[in-house]
């Protein structure tokens, strides 16, 4: 079952960081005019850009610049269930959430946590 996240070409992640990124600082990674793209999951922040999906234009830029967590447990990509708030989710959402935990954690670089997140466990 573990395999089922396994990027289909292997990806050299860096060690993940815990520097503090504000929601300021984050809402500026939204991959426009070329920038950073960054997508946050129960206040963890990963570089999503290299990704064109994320970019402006693609099918998950309404979640670049922004912590998904309620999104992604939903399989929504709905602008109003992009936030971070999850707790509140059916056990169903919440393994849902945790599996696109599994699935950006194979792939994408953690560049830092929300700044004062309260929504990481």
Same mark, same amino acid.
């Given at each position: 079952m573990a395999g089922r996240f396994e990027p289909?070409?292997?990806v050299q992640l860096n060690p993940p960081k815990d520097d503090p990124i504000s929601v300021d600082e984050? $809402? %500026?990674?939204d991959g426009n005019d070329g920038g %950073?793209?960054?997508? $946050? @999951?129960?206040g963890k922040v990963y570089d999503v850009t290299g990704n064109k999906a994320y970019q402006p234009?693609?099918?998950y830029h309404v979640f670049a610049g922004k912590d998904a967590s309620r999104a992604l447990g939903k399989t929504s990509t709905k602008?109003?269930?992009v936030r971070s708030e999850w707790h509140d989710l059916e056990d169903k959402e919440k393994e849902t959430l945790n599996d696109? @935990?599994?699935f950006f954690s194979k792939r994408y670089n953690i560049v830092g946590v929300v700044d004062g997140a309260t929504n990481m466990e």
């Open positions: 289909k070409t292997p984050l $809402a %500026k990674t %950073k793209c960054y997508v $946050a @999951i129960k234009g693609g099918s602008p109003e269930d696109w @935990i599994t």
